[in-house]
Protein backbone atom coordinates (compact mmCIF):
# COMPACT_ATOMS: atom_id res chain seq x y z
CA UNK A 1 0.00 0.00 0.00
CA UNK A 2 0.89 3.78 -0.11
CA UNK A 3 3.41 5.05 2.36
CA UNK A 4 4.18 8.47 2.67
CA UNK A 5 7.43 10.17 4.47
CA UNK A 6 7.61 13.58 5.33
CA UNK A 7 10.78 15.79 6.42
CA UNK A 8 11.86 17.61 8.58
CA UNK A 9 9.48 16.38 11.50
CA UNK A 10 10.26 19.79 13.39
CA UNK A 11 11.30 23.13 11.58
CA UNK A 12 11.65 26.65 13.22
CA UNK A 13 11.98 29.72 11.24
CA UNK A 14 12.30 32.99 11.36
CA UNK A 15 8.78 35.58 11.03
CA UNK A 16 9.67 36.99 6.99
CA UNK A 17 11.79 33.76 5.93
CA UNK A 18 10.72 31.04 3.95
CA UNK A 19 9.75 27.19 5.15
CA UNK A 20 10.07 24.13 3.20
CA UNK A 21 8.38 20.46 3.54
CA UNK A 22 9.21 17.89 1.65
CA UNK A 23 7.10 14.63 1.37
CA UNK A 24 8.23 11.53 -0.84
CA UNK A 25 5.31 8.57 -1.71
CA UNK A 26 5.39 5.13 -2.49
CA UNK A 27 2.53 4.58 -5.05
CA UNK A 28 3.42 5.64 -8.53
CA UNK A 29 -0.52 5.58 -9.21
CA UNK A 30 -1.20 8.15 -6.54
CA UNK A 31 -2.55 11.09 -8.23
CA UNK A 32 -4.12 13.56 -5.50
CA UNK A 33 -1.59 15.27 -2.85
CA UNK A 34 -3.02 17.26 -0.54
CA UNK A 35 -2.06 19.47 2.87
CA UNK A 36 -3.38 19.97 5.56
CA UNK A 37 -2.32 22.55 8.46
CA UNK A 38 -3.66 21.72 11.74
CA UNK A 39 -3.56 24.17 14.69
CA UNK A 40 -3.49 23.86 18.48
CA UNK A 41 -6.91 22.43 19.45
CA UNK A 42 -8.35 22.21 15.85
CA UNK A 43 -8.85 19.53 13.40
CA UNK A 44 -6.65 19.67 10.29
CA UNK A 45 -7.69 21.96 7.53
CA UNK A 46 -6.98 21.79 3.79
CA UNK A 47 -4.53 24.84 2.57
CA UNK A 48 -3.77 23.47 -0.88
CA UNK A 49 -3.78 20.36 -3.40
CA UNK A 50 -2.32 19.61 -6.30
CA UNK A 51 -3.55 16.63 -8.87
CA UNK A 52 -1.04 14.60 -10.81
CA UNK A 53 -1.05 16.64 -13.74
CA UNK A 54 -0.49 19.19 -12.60
CA UNK A 55 3.40 20.27 -11.58
CA UNK A 56 3.55 23.20 -9.54
CA UNK A 57 0.37 25.48 -8.05
CA UNK A 58 0.35 28.10 -5.37
CA UNK A 59 -2.51 30.27 -3.73
CA UNK A 60 -0.68 33.67 -2.32
CA UNK A 61 2.11 32.86 0.25
CA UNK A 62 2.05 28.75 -0.32
CA UNK A 63 2.98 26.38 -2.89
CA UNK A 64 3.13 23.17 -3.85
CA UNK A 65 5.30 21.48 -6.35
CA UNK A 66 5.10 17.81 -7.76
CA UNK A 67 7.95 15.54 -8.86
CA UNK A 68 5.96 12.53 -10.33
CA UNK A 69 9.53 10.77 -11.51
CA UNK A 70 10.80 10.79 -8.11
CA UNK A 71 7.46 10.51 -6.42
CA UNK A 72 8.26 13.52 -3.98
CA UNK A 73 6.38 16.55 -3.35
CA UNK A 74 7.17 19.81 -1.28
CA UNK A 75 5.14 22.66 0.65
CA UNK A 76 6.33 26.12 0.23
CA UNK A 77 5.72 28.86 2.34
CA UNK A 78 7.06 32.50 1.74
CA UNK A 79 7.27 35.39 4.09
CA UNK A 80 6.57 32.87 7.23
CA UNK A 81 4.33 34.87 10.09
CA UNK A 82 3.51 33.92 13.26
CA UNK A 83 0.13 32.59 12.28
CA UNK A 84 1.57 29.97 10.18
CA UNK A 85 3.21 27.89 13.35
CA UNK A 86 1.02 24.68 13.08
CA UNK A 87 2.08 21.24 12.41
CA UNK A 88 1.73 20.80 8.53
CA UNK A 89 0.79 17.41 7.09
CA UNK A 90 1.14 16.36 3.48
CA UNK A 91 -0.97 12.78 2.09
CA UNK A 92 -1.31 11.36 -1.22
CA UNK A 93 -4.12 9.54 -2.42
CA UNK A 94 -4.71 7.00 -5.24
CA UNK A 95 -8.73 6.79 -6.09
CA UNK A 96 -10.85 9.12 -4.95
CA UNK A 97 -11.90 8.00 -1.92
CA UNK A 98 -10.89 9.22 1.68
CA UNK A 99 -10.02 5.92 2.81
CA UNK A 100 -7.09 6.18 0.19
CA UNK A 101 -5.84 9.51 0.84
CA UNK A 102 -2.59 8.68 3.29
CA UNK A 103 -1.24 11.04 5.79
CA UNK A 104 2.40 11.81 6.51
CA UNK A 105 3.53 12.28 10.21
CA UNK A 106 3.46 16.14 10.17
CA UNK A 107 5.99 18.43 10.31
CA UNK A 108 5.92 20.58 13.51
CA UNK A 109 6.41 24.75 12.27
CA UNK A 110 7.63 27.41 14.44
CA UNK A 111 7.62 31.06 13.10
CA UNK A 112 9.72 32.40 15.67
CA UNK A 113 9.01 36.79 15.70
CA UNK B 1 -22.64 28.71 8.02
CA UNK B 2 -21.52 26.62 10.91
CA UNK B 3 -18.19 24.18 11.01
CA UNK B 4 -18.03 20.36 11.57
CA UNK B 5 -19.16 20.17 15.21
CA UNK B 6 -18.05 17.08 17.63
CA UNK B 7 -19.36 16.17 21.33
CA UNK B 8 -17.87 15.85 23.31
CA UNK B 9 -14.49 18.08 23.39
CA UNK B 10 -13.11 15.28 25.90
CA UNK B 11 -14.06 11.86 27.50
CA UNK B 12 -12.01 10.19 30.22
CA UNK B 13 -13.27 6.43 30.35
CA UNK B 14 -12.02 3.33 31.81
CA UNK B 15 -10.54 -0.16 30.70
CA UNK B 16 -13.80 -2.16 29.45
CA UNK B 17 -16.18 0.62 29.01
CA UNK B 18 -17.71 2.09 25.92
CA UNK B 19 -17.76 5.15 24.34
CA UNK B 20 -20.17 7.16 21.93
CA UNK B 21 -18.87 10.09 20.25
CA UNK B 22 -20.83 12.38 17.84
CA UNK B 23 -20.48 14.31 14.74
CA UNK B 24 -22.99 17.35 13.06
CA UNK B 25 -21.26 17.52 9.78
CA UNK B 26 -21.91 21.17 7.63
CA UNK B 27 -25.27 21.58 6.75
CA UNK B 28 -25.66 20.08 2.91
CA UNK B 29 -22.63 17.93 3.35
CA UNK B 30 -23.19 13.78 2.85
CA UNK B 31 -20.45 12.23 3.56
CA UNK B 32 -18.91 11.95 7.06
CA UNK B 33 -15.50 10.29 8.00
CA UNK B 34 -13.79 9.62 10.90
CA UNK B 35 -9.71 9.54 11.77
CA UNK B 36 -8.04 8.27 14.90
CA UNK B 37 -5.14 11.01 15.54
CA UNK B 38 -2.08 9.80 17.92
CA UNK B 39 1.50 10.96 18.31
CA UNK B 40 2.51 7.41 17.23
CA UNK B 41 0.57 6.47 14.35
CA UNK B 42 -0.69 9.56 13.12
CA UNK B 43 -4.00 10.38 11.25
CA UNK B 44 -5.39 7.22 10.49
CA UNK B 45 -8.85 6.71 8.55
CA UNK B 46 -11.72 4.65 10.34
CA UNK B 47 -14.65 4.68 8.36
CA UNK B 48 -16.77 6.57 6.05
CA UNK B 49 -20.64 7.19 5.98
CA UNK B 50 -22.58 8.28 3.05
CA UNK B 51 -26.83 8.43 2.56
CA UNK B 52 -26.45 6.71 6.17
CA UNK B 53 -24.11 3.70 4.46
CA UNK B 54 -20.82 2.42 5.40
CA UNK B 55 -19.00 3.23 1.90
CA UNK B 56 -15.39 2.67 3.14
CA UNK B 57 -13.77 1.30 6.40
CA UNK B 58 -9.77 1.36 7.53
CA UNK B 59 -8.32 -1.26 8.93
CA UNK B 60 -9.41 -1.48 12.55
CA UNK B 61 -10.93 -3.99 15.00
CA UNK B 62 -14.64 -4.44 14.93
CA UNK B 63 -14.93 -2.85 18.41
CA UNK B 64 -15.01 0.23 16.35
CA UNK B 65 -18.39 1.12 14.55
CA UNK B 66 -20.47 4.21 13.48
CA UNK B 67 -23.52 4.67 12.15
CA UNK B 68 -24.96 7.76 10.07
CA UNK B 69 -28.89 9.41 10.56
CA UNK B 70 -30.97 10.54 7.72
CA UNK B 71 -29.95 14.22 8.82
CA UNK B 72 -26.31 13.34 7.93
CA UNK B 73 -25.06 12.98 11.59
CA UNK B 74 -22.86 11.06 12.42
CA UNK B 75 -22.01 8.75 15.44
CA UNK B 76 -18.80 6.26 16.27
CA UNK B 77 -18.46 3.71 18.87
CA UNK B 78 -16.16 1.67 20.42
CA UNK B 79 -16.96 -0.87 22.68
CA UNK B 80 -14.75 -2.75 25.37
CA UNK B 81 -11.86 0.34 25.01
CA UNK B 82 -8.42 -0.55 25.31
CA UNK B 83 -5.51 1.19 26.81
CA UNK B 84 -4.45 2.25 23.39
CA UNK B 85 -7.78 3.68 22.30
CA UNK B 86 -6.75 6.89 23.95
CA UNK B 87 -6.35 9.47 20.67
CA UNK B 88 -7.62 12.52 19.18
CA UNK B 89 -11.57 10.99 17.25
CA UNK B 90 -11.69 13.60 14.65
CA UNK B 91 -14.89 13.78 12.36
CA UNK B 92 -14.82 15.37 8.36
CA UNK B 93 -17.05 15.96 6.38
CA UNK B 94 -17.65 16.76 2.64
CA UNK B 95 -20.77 17.16 0.07
CA UNK B 96 -20.06 13.83 -1.69
CA UNK B 97 -16.78 12.20 -0.49
CA UNK B 98 -14.61 12.87 -3.20
CA UNK B 99 -11.10 13.19 -2.24
CA UNK B 100 -9.39 15.03 -5.28
CA UNK B 101 -12.81 16.01 -6.76
CA UNK B 102 -12.94 19.54 -6.55
CA UNK B 103 -14.63 19.16 -3.03
CA UNK B 104 -13.17 20.25 0.18
CA UNK B 105 -13.11 18.17 2.97
CA UNK B 106 -13.83 19.57 6.53
CA UNK B 107 -12.99 18.76 10.02
CA UNK B 108 -14.08 19.17 13.14
CA UNK B 109 -11.86 19.83 16.58
CA UNK B 110 -12.21 16.48 17.51
CA UNK B 111 -12.59 14.31 20.92
CA UNK B 112 -9.75 13.91 22.80
CA UNK B 113 -10.56 10.45 24.43
CA UNK B 114 -8.77 9.34 27.45
CA UNK B 115 -8.70 5.43 28.75
CA UNK B 116 -7.01 4.91 32.32
Known amino acids: GENVEQHPSTLSVQEGDSAVIKCTYSDSASNYFPWYKQELGKGPQLIID?????GEKKDQRIAVTLNKTAKHFSLHITETQPEDSAVYFC????????????FGPGTSLSVIP | KAGVTQTPRYLIKTRGQQVTLSCSPI?????VSWYQQTPGQGLQFLFE???????NKGNFPGRFSGRQFSNSRSEMNVSTLELGDSALYLC???????????????FGPGTRLLVL
Open chain 2, 92 to 106: ASSLYGLAGGGETQY
Open chain 1, 91 to 102: AASVGTSYDKVI
Open chain 1, 50 to 54: IRSNV
Open chain 2, 27 to 31: SGHRS
Open chain 2, 49 to 55: YFSETQR
